[in-house]
């Protein structure tokens, strides 16, 4: 169907950057939205930021303003760009897509998580 890797999580110190990247790639017809999502050691599964296909995005409200999410529709590829990260920013950052995969002669719905990329903020 459709597989997604993620990439650029790592170690950094309070007030740095990262960021990251998640490609899709299979059979993919169309893809929907795409969303980071993280889970903090602990705590629920939570959204981060959200791209549609209509080029709208959305994010929680303790990543506005600091996260940027952006997507490069040639490349099937959804970035998002961290500022500012702080300590409670730590997790295990989660890439979704959503769309249709190619069944032939037609097309299937998808749901695919990728395997998620650690982010770490020192303080």
């Known amino acids: 169907q459709v597989q997604l890797v993620e990439s650029g999580g790592g170690l950094v110190q309070a007030g740095g950057s990262l960021r990251l990247s998640c490609a899709a790639s299979?059979?993919?017809?169309?893809?929907?939205?795409m969303t980071w999502y993280r889970q903090a050691p602990g705590k629920q599964r939570e959204l981060v930021a959200t791209?549609?296909?209509?080029?709208?995005?959305n994010y929680a409200d303790s990543v506005k303003g600091r996260f940027t999410i952006s997507r490069d529709n040639a490349k099937n590829t959804v970035y998002l760009q961290m500022n500012s990260l702080k300590p409670e920013d730590t997790a295990v950052y989660y890439c979704n897509a959503n769309g249709t995969y190619v069944a032939f002669p037609s097309y299937r719905p998808f749901n695919s998580w990728g395997q998620g990329t650690q982010v770490t903020v020192a303080s």
């Open positions: 299979g059979r993919i017809g169309s893809i929907n939205a």
């Open positions: 791209f549609t296909s209509g080029e709208s995005t």
